[in-house]
T-cell receptor, first 113, second 114 residues
Framework: AQSVTQLGSHVSVSEGALVLLRCNYS??????LFWYVQYPNQGLQLLLK??????LVKGINGFEAEFKKSETSFHLTKPSAHMSDAAEYFC???????????FGGGTRLMVKP | DGGITQSPKYLFRKEGQNVTLSCEQN?????MYWYRQDPGQGLRLIYY???????QKGDIAEGYSVSREKKESFPLTVTSAQKNPTAFYLC?????????????FGDGTRLSIL
């Protein structure tokens, strides 16, 4: 069984500040982990994925995430927030037996000028 | 450009009416999925299909039906049995059976009740 918990349904940061979105997972098999971004009234776009290679994964738009097995975490970070980063972010996990995804509840990121 | 096309973008349903949401992909993916998204509840899986002519129920299949007659198409019917159909519906596709491959999403259909 798999599950994903995203701590904080809403996160607000100032433009230029560090972005940190938290994701903790539970999986009975070595996981594959994904972060997606969703802009209003649009589908989900893949930001980055962890597939058991490097534990620090770089994605699009300056985002990165670090896989920490001991903490069962895959937090998403960006050093400096832009107004265009305002969106909803979803963390998801899949097991190596297939490509079914389990999603977290999402975190809405708000960026203040 | 390869991708997933969902239509229509907005759809309205009358009481007692069935409506069908279209999902077409040209990514040559075997697996396709339908999700329902409600505010604050993330994505919930309705149905999925790993191969043509086969599909499986997800977590919230009641009141919905699907077909998979062609590899590129996976339409979702919201039946009159679905008493609370107002939601944002997302279709996705992926390479089948490989956990490290991401799902690719369409731009969604927003369904409302008249």
């Amino acid at each position: 069984a798999q599950s994903v918990t995203q701590l904080g349904s809403h996160v607000s940061v100032s433009e230029g500040a560090l972005v940190l979105l938290r994701c903790n997972y539970s999986s009975s098999v070595p996981p594959y982990l994904f972060w997606y971004v969703q802009y209003p009234n649009q589908g989900l776009q893949l930001l980055l994925k962890y597939t058991s290679a490097a534990t620090l994964v770089k994605g699009i738009n300056g985002f990165e995430a670090e896989f920490k097995k001991s903490e069962t975490s895959f937090h998403l970070t960006k050093p400096s927030a832009h107004m265009s980063d305002a969106a909803e972010y979803f963390c998801a996990v899949s097991g190596n037996a297939g490509n079914m995804l389990t999603f977290g509840g999402g975190t809405r990121l708000m960026v203040k000028p | 450009d390869g991708g997933i096309t969902q239509s229509p973008k907005y759809l309205f349903r009358k009481e007692g009416q069935n409506v069908t949401l279209s999902c077409e992909q040209n990514l040559n993916h075997d697996a396709m999925y339908w999700y329902r998204q409600d505010p604050g509840q993330g994505l919930r899986l309705i149905y999925y299909s790993q191969i043509v002519n086969d599909f499986q129920k997800g977590d919230i299949a009641e009141g919905y039906s699907v077909s998979r007659e062609k590899k590129e198409s996976f339409p979702l019917t919201v039946t009159s049995a679905q008493k609370n159909p107002t939601a944002f519906y997302l279709c996705a596709s992926s390479i089948a059976g490989v956990g490290n491959q991401p799902q690719h999403f369409g731009d969604g259909t927003r369904l409302s009740i008249l």
